[in-house]
Nanobody, 115 residues
Framework: QVQLVESGGGLVQTGGSLRLSCAAS????????VGWYRQAPGKQRELVAGITAGGSTNYADSVKDRFTISRDNAKNMVYLQMNSLKPEDTAVYYC?????????WGQGTQVAVSS
């Protein structure tokens, strides 16, 4: 069973930065695509950023040029660097690991941005 543990969330002022981390217990972590999702109160969960096994990245339009996703396959870690944070970035952020036939979620970490 794969376990994902997110960390790094917290309360920050508008314009501030946070770095989220996701530690994965998966064997052969390098073959998984990884994504960061978020869910704000009353809203659906949405993809924020993703990175493939090959290292290709994609971002939601709302976070382009502000957020950066990266992975360290040697450490089984995924990161989300979040800069220029806005109140609308407030949400629970989830790490997702997937490959054909398998998908795993972390428990989430809260990010709150004050205006």
């Amino acid at each position: 069973q794969v376990q994902l543990v997110e960390s790094g969330g917290g309360l920050v002022q508008t314009g501030g930065s946070l770095r989220l981390s996701c530690a994965a217990s998966a064997v052969f972590f390098n073959i998984y695509a990884v994504g960061w999702y978020r869910q704000a109160p009353g809203k659906q969960r949405e993809l924020v950023a993703g990175i493939t096994a090959g290292g290709s990245t994609n971002y939601a339009d709302s976070v382009k040029d502000r957020f950066t996703i990266s992975r360290d396959n040697a450490k089984n870690m995924v990161y989300l660097q979040m800069n220029s944070l806005k109140p609308e970035d407030t949400a629970v952020y989830y790490c997702n690991l997937r490959r054909p036939g398998s998908e795993y979620w972390g428990q989430g970490t809260q990010v709150a941005v004050s205006s």
